[in-house]
């Protein structure tokens, strides 16, 4: 019923600039917070950053100052800018997002397939 789709992904050297996509389609009627994880091999999927309908933003201390998520509503899009990459920033990155469906009565997590980042030293 909805379908998030990320891109974007790719090899970049360390200090480098990459970013990401994701697009939500499917039925739709509001979708509230957005996000973006990442999980490195033999690690757990950990948080990067969260944009609310609103705008606000939340990033994990690894990456404050450098990355920076966005969203377009019209679009159903939601970006992660990420400037002067480090390799410990490697890994699987996944989108989500919290998505009522028309004719639905809560709202449920929804997540993407996953896109490859490697930075490389």
């Known amino acids: 019923q909805v379908q998030l789709v990320e891109s974007g992904g790719g090899l970049v050297q360390a200090g480098g600039s990459l970013r990401v996509s994701c697009a939500a389609s499917?039925?739709?009627?509001?979708?509230?917070?957005m996000g973006w994880y990442r999980q490195a091999p033999g690690k757990q999927r950990e948080l990067v950053a969260l944009?609310?309908?609103?705008?606000?933003?939340n990033y994990a201390d690894s990456v404050k100052g450098r990355f920076t998520i966005s969203r377009d509503n019209v679009k159903i899009t939601v970006y992660l800018e990420m400037n002067s990459l480090k390799p410990e920033d490697t890994g699987v990155y996944y989108c989500?997002?919290?998505?009522?469906?028309?004719?639905?009565?809560?709202?449920?997590?929804?997540w993407g397939q996953g896109t490859q980042v490697t930075v490389s030293s």
């Open positions: 944009i609310s309908s609103g705008g606000t933003t």
């Open positions: 499917g039925n739709i009627f509001s979708i509230n917070t």
């Open positions: 989500n997002a919290d998505v009522m469906i028309y004719y639905g009565s809560r709202y449920s997590t929804y």
